[in-house]
């Protein structure tokens, strides 16, 4: 069993900054890329960022600049530094792994930390 679990959202007002922890622990053989995705009400879930074992990252473009996904790969974690926040970045905010497991590979996601940016 893969466990990840999120923290660090909350209520921030905009202009702020937060930062989002995700840890994977469990059976683990190597963690492979991980990322952020969001979704806001009403909205279908989107990318935000993710970066691979080796530290390449990729943004949406709508966070370009403000965000930063980093990892740390001996504790199996990653991080999400939110700078600049504007209320079009609430949203329930999901940590993703791909995970190898012996042969395998598999996606795992977290159950969502909330993010509410107010004006």
């Known amino acids: 069993q893969v466990q990840l679990v999120e923290s660090g959202g909350g209520l921030v007002q905009a202009g702020g900054s937060l930062r989002l922890s995700c840890a994977a622990s469990?059976?683990?053989?190597?963690?492979?890329?991980m990322g952020w995705y969001r979704q806001a009400p009403g909205k279908q879930r989107e990318l935000v960022a993710t970066?691979?074992?080796?530290?390449?990252?990729n943004y949406a473009d709508s966070v370009k600049g403000r965000f930063t996904i980093s990892r740390d790969n001996a504790k199996n974690m990653v991080y999400l530094q939110m700078n600049s926040l504007k209320p079009e970045d609430t949203a329930v905010y999901y940590c993703?792994?791909?995970?190898?497991?012996?042969?395998?590979?598999?996606?795992?996601w977290g159950q969502g930390t909330q993010v509410t940016v107010s004006l």
């Open positions: 970066i691979t074992r080796g530290g390449f990252t």
């Open positions: 993703t792994a791909d995970i190898q497991q012996g042969y395998a590979i598999h996606a795992y």
């Open positions: 469990g059976h683990i053989s190597i963690v492979d890329t």
